[in-house]
């Protein structure tokens, strides 16, 4: 019997290297800084604000499109940027960004539609790309600096006529990079030119560093129309486990990304909700300064990998950044990765695992440096042994 055509189009997205080096760094006792969620709860008023609703009977479900104080809260944020957004027809609360992206996908492409992907890619990605049905054409970021940019020669020639929409994460993951208000511009003309759709991952929209700014492009000339404007409270709050996220754009695109969605979820978090509207009008101060001690973590860790041999590439937000290891005498950082836990005790990422193209990316390893001091001071200590591991000659292991 033939398999399930969506189980087909699934299959290369089905094993992740997450999972895999989660349970490695486990079984080891490493110190993990592969994977990107804090080690540390968000704002003590959130949190109350969640255990009052939980106890006040908000257990059943919320309205579909999200809770009316969670959406005029959403719209209230949003309005920092110069967006305006009616909350009763433009917003809708979902089950973290993730949701959001698969459901706009699902909504916005098919078969026979192409989707622009900036590579290094969210893992969720290519999958929700190919869930949809259509195909992804991959864009590579380029070396600028030490830092990464929008290859735009690239973008535009990627365009064809059946190019329906293009997927841009800024601040991005897993490089760190956000993009220029030039990248943004000349993005928002091809979008423009060719009337695609835009649906921009901004959940690092707060974790941005030194003098660097996150703009939305739904506030580029044209843009308000055919953006699909997405965030969350995870990364911004602390609380990656609640998975609120949510859809900002016309009243005619959240309604195609409702439909797809209430058939994914439905609903979700409703007790979580009055407190992430909660979180969203009184705890930006609170963000401001998990902002300024992520800075310092970024800059505690990237020392200490330079102080180890690695190339370091400039982290501009997000949690993430990526470490070269050619300086060290490695060349593959997916062998590196598996070797790291049981070597020197530390779980890392290899870019590579983010693209289509892995030789293009397979010198480059991602550390996470959402965690307490302490842990990241553990962590710079082992790599610094890291020299008098062998360059090569160990096998990846699978673990289960």
């Given at each position: 019997?033939?398999?399930?055509?969506?189980?087909?189009?699934?299959?290369?997205?089905?094993?992740?290297?997450?999972?895999?080096?989660?349970?490695?760094?486990?079984?080891?006792?490493?110190?993990?800084?592969?994977?990107?969620?804090?080690?540390?709860?968000?704002?003590?008023?959130?949190?109350?604000?969640?255990?009052?609703?939980?106890?006040?009977?908000?257990?059943?479900?919320?309205?579909?499109?999200?809770?009316?104080?969670?959406?005029?809260?959403?719209?209230?944020?949003?309005?920092?940027?110069?967006?305006?957004?009616?909350?009763?027809?433009?917003?809708?609360?979902?089950?973290?960004?993730?949701?959001?992206?698969?459901?706009?996908?699902?909504?916005?492409?098919?078969?026979?539609?192409?989707?622009?992907?900036?590579?290094?890619?969210?893992?969720?990605?290519?999958?929700?790309?190919?869930?949809?049905?259509?195909?992804?054409?991959?864009?590579?970021?380029?070396?600028?600096?030490?830092?990464?940019?929008?290859d735009l020669d690239a973008v535009r020639h990627a365009i064809t006529p059946n190019t329906k929409a293009i997927l841009l994460n800024s601040p991005h993951n897993p490089t760190g990079t956000v993009f220029t208000d030039s990248e943004l511009a000349t993005?928002?003309?091809?979008?423009?030119?060719?009337?695609?759709?835009?649906?921009?991952?901004?959940?690092?929209?707060?974790?941005?560093?030194?003098?660097?700014?996150?703009?939305?492009?739904?506030?580029?000339?044209?843009?308000?129309?055919?953006?699909?404007?997405?965030?969350?409270?995870?990364?911004?709050?602390?609380?990656?486990?609640?998975?609120?996220?949510?859809?900002?754009?016309?009243?005619?695109?959240?309604?195609?990304?409702?439909?797809?969605?209430?058939?994914?979820?439905?609903?979700?978090?409703?007790?979580?909700?009055?407190?992430?509207?909660?979180?969203?009008?009184?705890?930006?101060?609170?963000?401001?300064?998990?902002?300024?001690?992520?800075?310092?973590?970024?800059?505690?860790?990237?020392?200490?990998?330079?102080?180890?041999?690695?190339?370091?590439?400039?982290?501009?937000?997000?949690?993430?950044?990526?470490?070269?290891?050619?300086?060290?005498?490695?060349?593959?950082?997916?062998?590196?990765?598996?070797?790291?836990?049981?070597?020197?005790?530390?779980?890392?990422?290899?870019?590579?695992?983010?693209?289509?193209?892995?030789?293009?990316?397979?010198?480059?390893?991602?550390?996470?440096?959402?965690?307490?001091?302490?842990?990241?001071?553990?962590?710079?200590?082992?790599?610094?042994?890291?020299?008098?591991?062998?360059?090569?000659?160990?096998?990846?292991?699978?673990?289960?």
């Amino acid at each position: 019997m033939r398999e399930p055509v969506l189980v087909e189009r699934l299959r290369p997205f089905t094993s992740t290297i997450f999972a895999e080096m989660t349970a490695l760094a486990s079984r080891t006792s490493a110190v993990n800084l592969g994977q990107g969620f804090p080690d540390t709860d968000g704002p003590a008023g959130m949190l109350e604000s969640a255990r009052d609703a939980l106890f006040g009977g908000a257990n059943q479900y919320p309205p579909g499109p999200g809770r009316p104080e969670l959406r005029e809260a959403i719209a209230a944020h949003r309005a920092r940027y110069g967006t305006e957004y009616d909350p009763d027809r433009e917003i809708l609360v979902t089950a973290g960004a993730t949701e959001a992206i698969a459901a706009s996908l699902l909504a916005l492409a098919g078969p026979g539609d192409e989707v622009i992907v900036v590579e290094p890619y969210y893992d969720s990605y290519a999958a929700a790309v190919a869930m949809a049905g259509a195909r992804r054409r991959v864009v590579s970021l380029v070396p600028d600096g030490d830092r990464f940019a929008l290859d735009l020669d690239a973008v535009r020639h990627a365009i064809t006529p059946n190019t329906k929409a293009i997927l841009l994460n800024s601040p991005h993951n897993p490089t760190g990079t956000v993009f220029t208000d030039s990248e943004l511009a000349t993005l928002a003309e091809l979008c423009v030119e060719h009337e695609l759709i835009a649906i921009t991952d901004e959940v690092y929209e707060h974790l941005v560093f030194d003098d660097t700014r996150h703009r939305p492009l739904a506030t580029f000339p044209g843009m308000a129309p055919r953006t699909v404007s997405i965030s969350s409270a995870g990364k911004t709050f602390n609380c990656t486990g609640w998975k609120i996220g949510w859809v900002c754009a016309t009243p005619e695109l959240t309604a195609a990304v409702r439909a797809a969605k209430q058939f994914l979820t439905f609903v979700s978090g409703g007790p979580l909700q009055p407190a992430v509207a909660h979180a969203l009008r009184h705890e930006l101060p609170w963000v401001d300064s998990l902002r300024t001690s992520l800075q310092a973590k970024r800059d505690r860790l990237c020392a200490g990998l330079a102080e180890a041999g690695f190339g370091i590439r400039r982290s501009e937000g997000t949690y993430f950044v990526c470490a070269d290891i050619r300086p060290l005498g490695f060349t593959d950082a997916e062998e590196l990765a598996w070797r790291l836990p049981e070597s020197v005790g530390v779980a890392a990422v290899p870019v590579s695992v983010f693209t289509d193209h892995p030789n293009e990316w397979k010198h480059l390893l991602r550390f996470a440096f959402c965690k307490r001091h302490e842990v990241l001071d553990e962590a710079i200590e082992r790599l610094r042994t890291l020299g008098s591991v062998p360059p090569s000659g160990v096998d990846r292991t699978p673990t289960g």
